[in-house]
């Protein structure tokens, strides 16, 4: 199957570390949002939408590409977040999202990632160090139930 993720990391690299073995272990293009456009999720079976979360949504060029995008069918897509809190409903509402433009969204992945946002940037951040080795063991156990949904 042919595998792409999308992803937009902005500050620390959060979202882009996991995005990185989600594409190792998948064999997948990894593409920077700012490099993607909206005809190439066609070429594609299994497409991830990844993104750090600002506000508690999504970062807004991820939700508007999104919103861009022409309805598809039968094609699979998983979402992935990191945040300051690691909430995983960040990632159900990129999910919901993804799925109202067609999408079959068969995962969703949440970590904590290093946080410099506001008050936290006073006091050297917050979570330093994720993701950390076991993000990234949970990120490769993620990305074999991908396959095995593919």
């Keep these: 199957m042919k595998t792409v993720i999308l992803y937009k990391s902005i ?7 996991i ?3 989600f594409a190792e272990h998948l064999n997948a293009e990894l593409v920077d949002l700012k ?7 066609k070429e594609y079976d299994l497409i991830g939408f990844g993104s750090g979360i600002y506000y508690r949504k999504a970062h ?16 699979n897509a ?5 945040s300051g809190q690691g909430n995983p409903d960040y990632s159900s509402a990129l999910a919901d999202q993804v799925s109202e433009h067609g999408f079959k969204v068969i995962g ?3 970590c ?3 946080d410099t946002w506001g008050p936290f940037k ?14 990234i063991k949970n990120a490769e156990i993620f990305a074999k139930d991908m396959i095995n949904e593919k």
């Design 11 to 17: 500050h620390h690299g959060n979202t882009k570390k």
């Design 19 to 21: 995005a990185e073995i």
């Design 35 to 41: 490099d993607a456009n909206g005809d190439m999720v």
């Design 60 to 75: 807004k060029e991820m939700r508007q590409f999104i919103d861009n995008l022409s309805s598809v069918k039968n094609k």
């Design 78 to 82: 998983f979402v992935f977040t990191t």
């Design 108 to 110: 969703e992945f949440s």
């Design 112 to 114: 904590k990632g290093f």
């Design 122 to 135: 006073l006091i050297g951040g917050t979570n330093k160090g994720k993701p950390d080795a076991d993000d």
